[in-house]
Structures are given as C-alpha cells and as structure tokens.
C-alpha cells in the first residue's frame, strides 16, 4: 500500500463506542468506473478546490449541481461537464437518485446532488496500486502527481507486454485493493468529512456537524456487510444514529465524534483485511482471496462466485470458447482477465464488466446497465451492449458498440475501430430492458476522447508527459461490416423473443449488409445454375474453401469455430 496504516488518534475512551459487528469495506465502482483523466479535475488541495462549490449550492433550495454550473465553477468544457454527471450516475450507490433515473435528454439539467458530486470530485486524486512485487512504497503515493520512477520503463511496452510483465501472482487481488482503498480513505477521512459537514451557528467549540442525511451520502464510498449479506444502511451501523426515531429529523452529530468512530472501524476492518492477506500468502487454506470466482487459468474449472457484491472473474481463457448466461452467474459484476486466441461469451443482463488484458480475441458481452471499462488489450474484437464504455491503453481492437452514452477513449491508444452493434441473442431485448439500455439510442460514432495519460494509473504513463489528447477510434469502413453470429446452445431453453439485432444501424452499414446478402444469393444461385463436370465442381468447391480458411484467419472470425469445440 501507498501509506501506511495509522493507528487512530482520537481522544476519546474507544470503549465508549461500540464498534460495527459487520466489517466495513470500500464501494469498488467509484475507484473502478469513477475516475476521469481530465487534468482539471486533480486537486493538489481538494478541500480548498471543492469548498467554492459547497458554498454556493448549499442552501436547501440549491441542493443539485447542472452541466452549466458545474462547467463554469470548474472551468471545464460542456462535454467534459456532461461527462462528469454521466460518469457519477453510473457509480451513485442510490438507485432512486434522480440522475440515475436521467433519460439522457434530462442529465444535464437535473444535475447531481452536491454532496455526492464533492465525494466523486475528490476522489479524482486517487492514485491505483502498484504490482505487488515493487516493495518501494515510499515512492509511489496515493495522490497525482507523485509518480514511479518504474513509470518510464512500462511506458515502452506495449499493453499485453506490460499485463504479462505484471502476471496474476504480481497483480494485486481484489483483498489488495480493498486494502488500499480503505487506507486512502483514512487519509483523507477528515477532508472528507469537512466538506460534507455542515456550521452550527453561535457555537466556539464543535461547530462541525454532520447530519443522517449527510452522513448516509458516505454510502457513495463505504458500505458495512460480510460478502453475500445485502450490507448494513449505514446509519443503522453507526451508534449515533442507529435508535433514531425514523419520524422524527436525527440530531446532527459533532464531526469529531464521527471521525473518531470512523477511524477506528476502519483500522478494525484494515487489521482484518490483512490478515487475510497475509494468511493466503502464507499458504492458509482459509486464507483464500475474498473474491476468486472464475476460471484460474481454465475455462472447465471455472465457477460463478459465491458472493453477489463479488466479481465474476473469467481469466486465463486460451485458444478455447467459453459461454456463460445469466442462469451461470451470481453476480452482476464480470471481470474478463488475461484470455487470448478464445471467443468468449457472457449473455446475461450485468451492471459492471471490465475486460482487461486480453489478446486476439472476441468478447461478447450481454446488456451493462452501468458501465464497461476495456482497458490493456490487443488485436481484440469486442461486441458491447451497454449503457457506457471507457477504453483505455489498447491496440488495433475493433469495437462493435451499442452504447447510449459517448464512448470514451483515454491513455495510450493506437489503430482502434468502432463500428454499430451486430449481434443479438434470443434473450438479448429483454436484457436491455431490465439493465435499463434504450435500443434506439446508440451514440457508437460520437467518441470522447480526453487526457493520453490517466493520472491514476502509475503503469501506463511516464512521469512529465503533457496532458495531450488521447487517440480516438475511426469509423469501421461498411464494406467491412458483417453481422456475428452467436451460436444457439440453448435452444430447448430458450425463451427470448429477439429475432435481430435490436440497434438500428446507420445507413450506410445497411446498404453494405443488403449488398453482401445479395451478392451472396447471386452467387449462390450462379454455381447451382453453372454447367460444370462433377470434377469440375469439386476443383471449385476446393478452391472456395482455401479462400474462405485464408479469409477466416485473415479477419480474425477463425476464432468463431472455438465454439463448435466441445467444452
């Protein structure tokens, strides 16, 4: 880890507070899928930052932040405003949010709450942690711009050299992050804490307050639960607020006494996560990783997790098919790791996914009603329906997206392609809909492309590059279009009603797909009509078949017949 763990320093008897049963643990999805790369949004001091906009939208009338104030208060660009709010709605921890609910149309008038807007805001300057097989610490911290002289030698690799310089074993687990995470957040607790706070006028000592209210918008970061328990509202875990009566307005609570109670669960929760770090590198057997799901490095021994708030991990698929629907899966979270030469399929309705590492491969995934981060791969074809993606770090992929938001493009990207959706499968519709996707909406051409470097990742930039643009994506040429085609495995238990792909597609892709389909009749019905000799035939017939081999290698559909493999 960045820093190290301190022991808390309050003043008051520990004794006098009880401690939470239930282990505090960090929300993965804003440290995940929350961070932009957009230079103005790193504060060096977030409070001084981020105090003009708590001061301006604080009265109860001004509770929610709009594209337009917030562009002008941080002096960013209207796209890069609209970003903001649509990247903190697909992290926000509360499903009834307004901004949640957006159609897209409405998001940049109906704004974000201030609260967690000045939480999403701040965390910007979280910095990701480093393989753990570099033990110097000291000289990486958890704050941009403090970078890894270890930065300059990855940033001449290309994105599968640099995943495979960092194999699984060097890779911080889940438990890892979780570790990190919560010790940026002790670092930071009582910057946090005064931002939320609110002044209690006429008062010399204690002056700080936080209300329930406030204090329960700390959901957006930390949330109490054991793997596979739905959690604890976090009001009901903290004992100043958990006998309140729920008709009547809780009394707000000193912001001292919070930060003291906050800090010693998560030094509790910190010790216990070691342990189980350190246990599992010493060969415990319950020392197991909290969050290993998947197949470790075989798609036959994979199995879902055992936890709903857990990951799905499909890793280490090589030169094989793998296929997974919603029946198969116990989360709705699926990590796509370290698989190359392999088709793989995951047909369920998910709320996050996040493909990393991968090579010569074609991934397929379902409806995302959150986001899709794709990040460190190469030569991959992707086939999204989501409601956003953020590529980040890969080479001469294709993506073929169904997408309501921009796609956004960061880091180091070379030779990328997007291209309309052009698939389905029988339950693919229904998918949407309960992910919340809107099939007529499909902004797969409309790209965002910000910083070429991404401030939180110390292994994929050098230290000292300028905050240049990152390479975008070009349109895939129509004529190069087809359709993929997902096999049936499940006909007898199928019960979908999709019988297309449900995004329309533009155009000029539809005109290139009605010509394939009816040069392929013609010439069809060219060799049944032509009069040749049966050796004749079969020196065509050949000849189409070598054509067609070169064809399959040469576009990168050979990796389709993975599926006719028998799993």
């Known amino acids: ?19 939470p049963t239930a282990i505090l643990h960090p929300r993965r999805e804003p440290f ?25 939208f604080a009265s109860p009338s001004t509770q929610r932040v709009d594209s337009a104030a917030l562009a002008e208060l941080l002096q960013i660009s209207f796209d890069h405003s609209r970003l903001v709010l649509e990247t903190l709605a697909s992290v926000l921890h509360s499903e009834s949010d307004p901004l949640v609910t957006a159609l897209p149309d409405d998001v940049d008038s109906i704004g974000a709450d201030l609260r967690d807007l000045i939480l999403f805001l701040y ?4 910095k990701r942690l480093l393989p753990r097989s570099h033990k110097d610490s000291a000289a990486v911290a958890d704050v941009w711009p403090s970078m890894s002289a270890f930065d300059g030698y990855l940033s001449a690799l290309s994105p599968l050299q640099l995943v495979r310089s960092n194999s699984r074993r060097f890779m911080p687990s889940q438990a890892d992050e979780e570790a990190h995470q919560l010790s940026y957040l002790q670092k930071h607790l009582a910057n946090i804490l005064s931002l939320l706070s609110e002044h209690v006028e006429g008062e010399s000592e204690e002056s700080l307050v936080l209300t329930m209210e406030g204090f329960e918008h700390l959901g957006f970061l930390i949330h109490f ?7 604890v509202p976090l009001s009901q875990a903290a004992p100043f607020f958990a006998n309140s009566d729920p008709d009547m307005p809780a009394a707000p609570v000193p912001v001292s006494q919070v930060h003291d109670w906050l800090l010693q669960t998560i030094a509790s929760s910190l010790e216990s996560i070691t342990e189980k770090v350190s246990a599992k590198e010493n060969g415990s057997p319950s020392g197991s990783d909290q969050d290993v799901a998947m197949a470790d490095a075989s798609p036959s021994s994979a199995k879902a997790s055992p936890s709903a708030r857990s990951p799905c991990f499909v890793e280490g698929v090589s030169k094989s098919s793998y296929v997974k629907q919603a029946s198969d899966l116990k989360s709705s979270s699926v990590k796509v790791i370290n698989c190359h030469d392999s088709t793989i399929y995951i047909l369920a309705p998910l709320r996050y996914a996040i493909i990393y590492g991968c090579s010569d491969a074609t991934i397929v995934l379902g409806a995302v009603g959150k986001a899709v981060r794709v990040e460190h791969c190469e030569r991959v074809h992707v086939i999204i329906a989501a409601k956003r993606v953020c590529i980040a770090n890969c080479r001469e992929c294709v993506f073929f997206l169904g997408v309501n938001q921009r796609p956004l493009f960061v880091g180091d990207n070379h030779k990328l392609q997007v291209a309309p959706y052009n698939t389905y499968y029988s339950q693919l519709e229904e998918h949407l809909t309960e992910v919340g996707i809107v099939s007529t909406i499909n902004r797969w051409d409309e790209a965002l492309s910000i910083s070429v470097i991404d401030l939180h990742d110390s292994l994929s930039h050098p230290a000292g590059v300028s905050d240049a643009q990152s390479e975008s994506a070009t349109c895939l040429d129509p004529d190069q279009f087809t359709n993929f085609l997902i096999p049936n495995w499940f006909e007898n238990e199928s019960t979908g009603s999709t019988k297309d792909n449900p995004f329309p597609l533009p155009d000029a892709y539809m005109t290139s797909q009605q010509r394939n389909q009816k040069n392929l009749s013609e010439i069809k019905q060219m060799l049944r009509e032509a009069p040749l000799e049966e050796n004749r035939k079969r020196e065509l017939s050949s000849a189409l078949h070598v054509y067609f081999k070169d064809w399959l290698y040469a576009s990168g559909n050979i990796r389709q017949l993975y599926c006719l493999q028998g799993d």
């Open 225 to 231: 639960g054991d793997k596979g328990s739905e959690g």
């Open 123 to 126: 965390i910007q300057s979280y």
């Open 1 to 19: 880890m960045a820093d190290p763990i301190e022991p808390s320093t309050s003043s008051s008897d520990p004794n006098s507070i009880p401690m």
């Open 32 to 56: 995940e899928h929350g961070l932009l790369t957009i230079q103005k949004l790193i504060f060096n001091d977030p409070v001084q930052a981020l105090t003009p906009l708590k001061q301006k």
